[in-house]
């Protein structure tokens, strides 16, 4: 509400233009005779209106849609605008793995336009399961599980990773391209890393102790040992007991 007020004001017709941001502007004539007071109350129409955009695809509502009006940002769905200038504006809608919606709208003087977009779904599903269980599961470097997973994509080309929390089994990484709608399943087994050690004693016929158990007689090779430390402990009657520890290293001979 705006007051305006102007005493001793000459006798005669007055042209007075109202304005408002977001209001249309008002025109009229008012007469003014010697030793009357003159009150007017005018009420300016709006200019504006109200929009809510709501955003639903694949059967549920996508709460948190980006909305931009005209390419300008302007909240997350479901978001409602108030006194939004009337006029044509472009919507635009997006969201993760479902493809762009835009529509032309029209917001009118005093109503609330509602714009239900719907958004077309842009994705598939990646399945992986992964040996030994206890292994982490990323996808696009992001982890998505443990042991296994299934789990909505983009369409497009997208990189597996299985890694386990024991460093002596080799990280697996493969990449996979998913269609629309497709379901990509991976069965990913991990191996472990191995090497080879060959072990004598001076003299010879030691008894050989790997990580406390008894191996048998030297010499001897030691096929597929795991990778990383091990006991070495050697033994023979009369003799002091030898020992050391040997960093097994995988496709290596020692």
Do not use: C, W
């Not at 304005?19 to 008002?26: E, K, Q, R």
């Not at 504006?48 to 059967?59: K, N």
């Amino acid at each position: 509400k705006t007051t305006y007020s102007k005493p001793r004001m000459e006798s005669k017709a007055y042209k007075v233009k109202l304005s408002f941001p977001l209001y249309h502007d008002l025109e009229a004539t008012l007469f003014v005779q010697a030793g009357e007071t003159i009150e007017e109350t005018f009420e300016l129409a709006p200019a504006f209106g109200t929009l809510e955009v709501r955003a639903s695809g694949a059967g549920e509502e996508l709460q948190g849609g980006q909305v931009f009006l005209d390419t300008e940002h302007r909240g997350a769905s479901p978001v409602k605008l108030a006194k939004l200038r009337s006029g044509r504006y472009v919507v635009k809608v997006t969201y993760p793995m479902f493809r762009d919606f835009s529509e032309e709208v029209v917001v009118k003087d005093g109503e609330t336009t509602i714009v239900e977009a719907e958004l077309d779904a842009n994705f598939g599903v990646i399945s992986v399961t992964a040996e030994p269980s206890d292994s982490d599961i990323f996808i696009d470097g992001e982890k998505a599980g443990v042991g296994r997973v299934s789990t909505n994509v983009g369409v497009g080309e997208h990189t597996i990773k299985v890694v386990n929390r024991d460093r002596t089994f080799r990280p697996v990484e493969k990449k996979v391209a998913v269609a629309l709608n497709e379901e990509v399943a991976r069965q990913i087994r991990l191996v472990q890393m191995v090497g080879d050690v060959m072990v004598f004693s001076e003299p010879a016929g030691g008894e050989l102790y790997l990580d406390g158990k008894k191996v048998g007689a030297l010499p001897k090779k030691l096929k597929g040992l795991v990778v990383g430390p091990h006991a070495f402990r050697v033994e023979k009657k009369g003799f002091t007991p030898a020992e050391q520890v040997v960093i097994v290293t995988e496709g290596e001979l020692k």
